[in-house]
């Protein structure tokens, strides 16, 4: 595992412990931001082991996911586009 694997994944257990804290001390928009960067960081992590590399999508998708119930109105409006007319 390179160097720069190793620092994101205690980058990233570091994040997601500072995310159940803020969670824990009822900061929401502050937890989501933490595990949405905990997530992404994760993703860039498991990407020096073969093993866990097939991980790296998800990890992706979990961050994606915290993003959107965090923050959706970024997703649901573009200007004055409605994304909903793309389903």
Same mark, same amino acid.
């Given at each position: 595992?390179?160097?720069?694997?190793?620092?994101?994944?205690?980058?990233? *257990?570091?994040?997601? +412990? /500072? #995310? @159940?804290?803020?969670?824990?001390?009822?900061?929401?928009?502050?937890?989501? !931001?933490? $595990?949405? *960067?905990?997530?992404? +960081? /994760? #993703? @860039?992590?498991?990407?020096?082991?073969?093993?866990?590399?097939?991980?790296? !999508?998800? $990890?992706?998708?979990?961050?994606? +996911?915290?993003?959107?119930?965090?923050?959706?109105?970024?997703?649901?409006?573009?200007?004055? !586009?409605? $994304?909903?007319?793309?389903?």
């Amino acid at each position: 595992m390179k160097v720069l694997h190793r620092a994101a994944t205690w980058a990233a *257990l570091v994040v997601l +412990v /500072a #995310a @159940v804290v803020l969670f824990i001390a009822d900061r929401p928009l502050a937890a989501g !931001f933490a $595990l949405t *960067l905990s997530f992404a +960081v /994760a #993703a @860039v992590a498991v990407r020096g082991s073969e093993k866990l590399r097939g991980l790296s !999508f998800s $990890l992706l998708i979990f961050a994606a +996911v915290s993003f959107a119930m965090c923050w959706p109105d970024p997703l649901v409006n573009w200007g004055e !586009f409605q $994304l909903s007319v793309l389903i």
